[in-house]
């Protein structure tokens, strides 16, 4: 007798995140300040970071909300108060259960969003020294086709040349031979032509 054996469905892992939501700002360097400034918080302990443009939040695993709240407070403090006059933006600071999976794509999302600018960046310098290089290749080539033709025009009246060079040295050829005959027939032609 065979045991049957009841499979469970795969339930997500949940876990409690913290969210700093930005307020009145669409700039993504926004998120980026709010990353570095709680990166450096020495108190806090931080699982993972996340980014999500699209919403402009800021996701934290291994924190607490407290904790969060007060690093979010001095950063805007801060931002106010020293030398950013002027520096108003609201966070809202939430707690959001979310699945492992979820923090993970995000953060895989943005680190090939960040390559992938970088890679763009590369090939637009890339294609700059190119599109610099091509204008220097094409004045060349340009310069040195116009004294090519130079030389083709050259080549054409040197071959005429030659070609009547030829003909005069063949005419001349004919000439000579006609002068190739025994000095004693042309003694006797000469003498011919007296005596007649």
Not at 42 to 59: R, T
Not at 116 to 139: L, P, T, V
Request: hydrophobic share 35%; net charge positive; glycine share 6%.
């Amino acid at each position: 007798m065979t045991k049957l054996i009841k499979l469970e469905s795969e339930k997500p892992i949940l876990e409690k995140i913290v969210v700093v939501k930005v307020l009145q700002s669409k700039g993504f360097g926004d998120l980026l300040k709010i990353r570095d400034h709680l990166k450096h918080q020495k108190h806090m302990k931080f699982g993972n970071i996340a980014l999500d443009k699209e919403k402009m939040e800021v996701l934290i695993t291994g924190s607490n909300r407290k904790d969060v709240e007060r690093a979010i407070d001095w950063h805007a403090k801060g931002m106010r108060n020293a030398g950013h006059g002027g520096y108003r933006i609201n966070f809202e600071v939430l707690e959001r259960e979310i699945t492992l999976e979820k923090i993970i794509t995000k953060k895989v999302e943005i680190e090939c969003e960040e390559k992938i600018k970088e890679i763009n960046n590369e090939c637009k310098k890339r294609e700059e020294k190119w599109a610099k290089n091509k204008k220097g290749m094409i004045a060349n080539i340009s310069k040195f086709s116009g004294k090519i033709r130079k030389q083709d025009l050259k080549i054409t009246e040197l071959k005429k040349d030659k070609y009547e060079l030829k003909k005069n040295l063949n005419l001349v050829g004919k000439e000579l031979k006609t002068y190739h005959i025994p000095a004693y027939k042309i003694v006797w032609r000469r003498f011919k032509e007296l005596i007649a």
